[in-house]
Structure formats: C-alpha cells, structure tokens
C-alpha cells in the first residue's frame, strides 16, 4: 500500500467540507469517504504533528508544545516506513525535518536532502509560513514522479498563515480552502491512477480570533 498524507495546516472541518469542491465530488461519486476527526489536544502544530505520525497522546511522545525542538523519540511512521525497507518522502515546513531527521535545521544542507540513512528520505522542506501552496502541490507532484515514495507527506501551510492573519472567518482563509482543492484536483488523480491512497486532513483548526491551541470545536474538528 502506497500512501499520500496532505496534513493541511490549521484546515478546519467546515470550511473543508464547504469550501473543497473536488474533494467533495470523490465523496459523492463514492471514489472517497468523509470523515470528521476530533483532534487531540493542545491544538498546536509541532506537538500534532508528532500525534499524527505516532499515534500517541502528548503527553506519551513529550512534544508538547512548539517550544519543543528535538528529534521523535518514540517510533513513527517514517521510521516504520523506513525499517520496512518502504521510500519515505515529504514536501513539507521545516519542523518536520527537526522531528524526523535532524536538529538543528540547517537552512542550506537540510532544504533539500535525498538520503536513504535518514527517516525522511527524500525531503523538501521550506521555513517562511507564506510559503506558496501551489509551490509545495507541484513539489509533491515531483516527489511521487521521480522517487514513486511508499509514505508522502504533503504539509501546506497557507490555511494555518491565513488564519493568523485574517481569522477563520475570513475570505482570505476560505479562498485559500479553495485554492487547495484546485491543487489537489489537479494531482489526485494521477495519484490514484499510480496505487496511491490519499488521505487529506488538518492538524488543528483555526478560529475567528486567528487563534489556535484550545479545545472548542473550531480548532479541533478536522
């Protein structure tokens, strides 16, 4: 089984649900299924993104907070991945390369590492919050054609920039849901066509207070 994993930075379930046309066309032509997932707590990103890869509760795998920069400690998917004699790659912010690869990040050897040794193989990592969406979906386009990786992940940071910025509520951060769809649209079925199962979620949500890390629904359904 061949996996992509688009974990969508701060994308919250409805506006996912009403702003992700394409997505939501899979659904009803039953080539794809939805899901609303209650994230586990503290809505925060780096301590979600070690959740999501582990399976595990914060305060199992200790990154509980953003404040915590160090290497996963317990096993995850890249690794399993990785023992299993299985290609890992990822298109993705910077944290996750300090999570699975190595700290500290170095801005120049670490961007872009192809290295059957480490955890995330085939990585391009990016550092600037604003960094394009369309950019990273064409990266990860690359990454599938040239390496054919058994786990991708894809990790967009637009919803989570547009939320700070603007709030959920915003125009901005719906357009943004919008303009991801039409990414995905243009690349999920190529996917599909290659074995892939494709799995797009959020880490956390967002709210109208351009805020994140607590416990009511808007940040924590995905």
């Given amino acids: 089984m061949k996996v992509v994993l688009v974990l969508s930075d701060a994308l919250r379930y409805d506006v996912a649900v009403a702003g992700m046309g394409f997505l939501g066309h899979l659904v009803e032509v039953k080539l794809a299924s939805l899901y609303k997932v209650i994230g586990e707590l503290p809505t925060m990103s780096r301590p979600m993104y070690e959740t999501v890869h582990t399976g595990l509760p914060v305060t199992e795998h200790g990154v509980i907070s953003n404040r915590v920069v160090r290497r996963s400690k317990v096993p995850n998917i890249f690794q399993a991945a990785r023992e299993a004699g299985k290609t890992t790659a990822a298109a993705a912010y910077f944290w996750f390369s300090e999570l699975y690869n190595r700290v500290p990040y170095d801005l120049i050897d670490d961007r872009e590492v192809d290295d059957e040794s480490l955890l995330v193989q085939h990585g391009r990592f990016y550092t600037q919050d604003f960094y394009p969406d369309i950019e990273l979906f064409v990266t990860a386009g690359m990454l599938v054609r ?12 637009g919803m989570d920039d547009f939320g700070h910025k603007y709030g959920a509520d915003s125009n901005e951060y719906y357009r943004n849901a919008v303009h991801q769809d039409v990414a995905l649209a243009n690349l999920i079925p190529e996917w599909m066509e290659r074995g892939y199962n494709v799995l797009v979620t959020g880490d956390h949500g967002m709210g109208a207070n351009k805020r994140h890390g607590g416990t009511t629904p808007d940040v924590r359904e995905v």
Avoid: Q
């Fill in 146 to 157: 040239k390496f054919d990786p058994d786990y991708l992940l894809v990790h967009p940071m």
